[in-house]
């Protein structure tokens, strides 16, 4: 039985092995990177963090053509997970993609995750994004905090996103209960 476009009724059950390339999008603090890894680790690969492509140390973005080289490379392989929205890059390697994850988490789970992550980071001095470091006045003060991101420009461009992935191969996955379902079932 086919579930709804866009939708699938959870326990998922896997009736094919789980593809060779996946992309993982959904909103700040919805569990893209942990799922990526997740993943990877179940298919015997590394997961490709689009953040660490995208962030250089120093918190400087990379060049375009050094991001579209990368990810290039990435996409070339015969099996990869890539974790990240990004759409100016996601976009152009749509055909490589075989299954899109998305993780329609809504902001009022995301949220407090993201509190919590950046706070834990911030204290513990914990890197991230190719070895730099969140702070407490970036998390709370900065124009570009991530926090800020999460409720202004990640919630802007979430149309967009489900508009682009709704049209191609893909899961669903609206809460923690229904990742874990799913990851149970394609990872048997």
């Not at 896997?14 to 996946?22: E, K, V």
């Not at 407490?136 to 990640?154: C, H, I, N």
């Not at 899961?171 to 209960?177: A, W």
């Amino acid at each position: 039985m086919a579930p709804a476009k866009g939708r699938y009724a959870l326990p998922v059950p896997s009736p094919t092995p789980l593809p060779d390339r996946i992309w993982i999008v959904g909103p700040c603090g919805s569990g893209k990177s942990t799922l990526a890894a997740r993943l990877a680790e179940h298919m015997g690969i590394e997961p490709t963090h689009m953040d660490d492509i995208f962030h250089q140390p120093g918190w400087q973005q990379a060049a375009d053509e050094e991001i579209h080289a990368k990810l290039s490379d990435v996409v070339a392989r015969p099996r990869w997970v890539i974790d990240g929205n990004y759409s100016r890059y996601r976009e152009p390697h749509a055909a490589q993609v075989e299954l899109y994850v998305f993780l329609d988490i809504p902001l009022y789970v995301t949220f407090p995750r993201l509190v919590r992550r950046c706070l834990s980071r911030s204290l513990m001095r914990t890197p991230c994004c190719n070895g730099n470091y969140e702070t407490l006045r970036g998390t709370f003060f900065d124009r570009e905090s991530l926090l800020l991101y999460a409720v202004t420009g990640s919630v802007q461009k979430l149309p967009s996103l489900r508009r682009h992935v709704t049209a191609r191969p893909h899961v669903r996955l609206r809460s923690r209960r229904q990742v874990d379902s799913w990851f149970a079932a394609v990872s048997r």
